[in-house]
């Protein structure tokens, strides 16, 4: 039997729920099968409507994530942070990123900037401690200073 479409299933719907309310000669319980069919058919429809959505909304946050993991920072914060600090920093990243109260979107976007953070400090070293600029650092340069001085 061929696989009905969306609008298919709501014109069966109706037909069924039409059928049960005026069809002369049907017992009750038949009056109530038609109508748990008809809702079937609807209910059918909004499974695969939400497994649509979720399909497209996973395929937007592995985006958001590869955005946020290829996110190339300054070259002013090799200067700002040490090795230290941007490990910490991944690491809170990755903290805020499990807080239930984020969004799928942010949390995909801290996750990725906490592998990118981690990917700098593998590029500058285990070694890197850079001196405090005597200068305003940046916000994230700050951040990081701040979780560990």
């Known amino acids: 039997?061929?696989?009905?479409?969306?609008?298919q299933r709501i014109e069966l719907a109706r037909k069924l729920e039409i059928r049960a309310a005026t069809g002369k000669g049907l017992t009750s319980e038949k009056k109530i099968e038609l109508r748990c069919a008809a809702h079937n058919l609807l209910a059918l429809n909004a499974m695969e409507q939400r497994g649509n959505q979720s399909k497209s909304s996973?395929?937007?946050?592995?985006?958001?994530?590869?955005?946020?993991?290829?996110?190339?920072?300054?070259?002013?914060?090799?200067?700002?942070?040490?090795?230290?600090?941007m490990m910490r920093l991944a690491d809170v990243f990755e903290g805020w990123a499990s807080d239930s109260r984020m969004t799928p979107e942010l949390t995909a976007k801290l996750t990725g900037w906490a592998g990118s953070m981690r990917t700098l400090a593998e590029e500058v070293g285990a070694t890197w401690d850079p001196l405090r600029p005597a200068g305003a650092l940046?916000?994230?340069?700050f951040i990081g200073r701040s979780l560990m001085d």
Do not use: K
Not at 1 to 7: E, I, K, S, T
Not at 58 to 85: K, T
Not at 138 to 141: A, H, I, R, T
């Open 138 to 141: 940046s916000l994230v340069g």
């Open 1 to 7: 039997m061929p696989r009905l479409a969306p609008q």
């Open 58 to 85: 996973a395929c937007e946050l592995v985006s958001i994530f590869n955005q946020a993991a290829e996110q190339r920072w300054s070259e002013d914060l090799r200067e700002e942070l040490g090795y230290r600090h």
